[in-house]
């Protein structure tokens, strides 16, 4: 059972990419799924999640309105589309995942939430 993150690149500000999360070894479609990162020198944080339904989200005010996020559970795979990035966004982000059965709440914040983590993506914004 693994989540494997894509999508990583160099990108000059302004500019967008998408990020995938591939889970493996098992269905993940009733399981809520995220998306951490960390920056050089700095601690992890939360970036968004998506209830598995796909009907709800939460994001980091830093990302509201720049980034989306979405799965797509016939494929067992999240994105992450990351528009009007900026610097500041650098960083390694990672996909996860919580247990079964876990309410959907602001509570997706906490890393302590996600038991399953995937090895993460790097992103450069240059600007």
């Known amino acids: 059972v693994q989540l494997q993150a894509s999508g990583g690149g160099l990108v000059q500000a302004g500019g967008s990419l998408r990020l995938s999360c591939a889970a493996s070894?098992?269905?993940?479609?009733?399981?809520?799924m995220g998306w951490f990162r960390q920056a050089p020198g700095k601690e992890r944080e939360f970036v968004a999640a998506?209830?598995?339904?796909?009907?709800?989200?939460y994001y980091v005010d830093s990302v509201k309105g720049r980034f989306t996020v979405s799965r797509d559970n016939a494929k067992n795979t999240m994105y992450l589309q990351m528009n009007s990035l900026k610097p500041e966004d650098t960083a390694i982000y990672y996909c996860?995942?919580?247990?079964?059965?876990?309410?959907?709440?602001?509570?997706?914040?906490?890393?302590?939430?996600?038991?399953?983590w995937g090895q993460g993506t790097l992103v450069t914004v240059s600007s």
């Open positions: 996860v995942a919580e247990p079964l059965n876990v309410i959907w709440s602001i509570g997706v914040i906490t890393t302590t939430r996600w038991n399953l």
């Open positions: 070894g098992r269905t993940f479609e009733k399981n809520h």
């Open positions: 998506v209830k598995w339904s796909g009907d709800s989200t």
